[in-house]
């Protein structure tokens, strides 16, 4: 199925900064989920997003929804070692049987 | 607690064998599904179950087989037909309870020796 544009593909931060990714696509979706994956391990839904202009925060992570329901964002504040990882956003069509769409991921690294 | 449960954690193949990773959940999720995942390529949808008894092949389903004889359980069978099997896979389960949001096992590491 067709992947969503997610990037950056990659982020080198210093502790303590801010952090910004996204995912957009050419079809509209009805739900977005943004998940993290540490290494080894199954990914963790994060923050998910049912209407559009939502906006929506869990801690230090805010996402939101966008208005044409073809783009999300999710931002991290001050972001601290235990953060790394791999950032996937998925996106649900309709009537959501057929399963989510993913993003290819965006990998956080930060220095301290 | 609920939840979704992949074995083996690590798992080794020698060409031409096939190999069977287990899936079980308790969360009622009548959706399963199975990702393959790559270094850069995100996930790839191997094959997905909504029901009991059926199922349906997904984007890189060759190589691969499944089963759905019970709603907690979805074995992935690695055949020998697939060429590059080494890879980690991820076992997924949802439900319209939740919204369709996956829960995500802990996956398992294939390597071909």
């Known amino acids: 199925g067709q992947q969503l544009n997610q990037s950056p593909q990659s982020m080198f931060i210093q502790e303590g900064e801010d952090v910004s990714m996204n995912c957009t696509s050419s079809s509209i979706f009805n739900t977005w989920l943004w998940y993290k994956q540490e290494p080894g391990e199954g990914p963790v839904l994060l923050i998910a997003?049912?209407?559009?202009?939502e906006l929506t925060s869990n801690g230090r992570l805010t996402a939101q929804f966008g208005i044409t329901r073809k783009d999300s964002f999710l931002n991290i504040s001050a972001s601290i070692p235990s953060d790394v990882g791999i950032y996937f956003c998925?996106?649900?069509?309709?009537?959501?049987?057929?399963?989510?769409?993913f993003g290819k991921g965006t990998h956080l690294i930060i220095q301290p | 607690d609920g939840g979704i449960t992949q074995s083996p954690k690590y798992l080794f193949r020698k060409e031409g064998q096939n190999v069977t990773l287990s899936c079980e959940q308790n969360?009622?999720?009548?959706?399963m599904y199975w990702y393959r995942q790559d270094p850069g390529q995100g996930l790839r949808l191997i094959y997905y179950?909504?029901?009991?008894?059926?199922?349906q092949k997904g984007d890189i389903a060759e190589g691969y087989s499944v089963s759905r004889e019970k709603k907690e359980s979805f074995p992935l069978t690695v055949t020998s037909a697939q060429k590059n099997p080494t890879a980690f896979y991820l076992c997924?389960?949802?439900?319209?309870?939740?919204?369709?949001?996956?829960?995500f096992g802990s996956g398992t590491r294939l390597t071909v020796v």
């Open positions: 969360l009622n999720h009548d959706a």
């Open positions: 998925a996106g649900l069509r309709g009537g959501g049987a057929d399963g989510l769409t």
């Open positions: 997003l049912y209407k559009a202009g």
């Open positions: 179950s909504q029901i009991v008894n059926d199922f």
């Open positions: 997924a389960s949802s439900s319209v309870a939740a919204n369709y949001g996956y829960t």
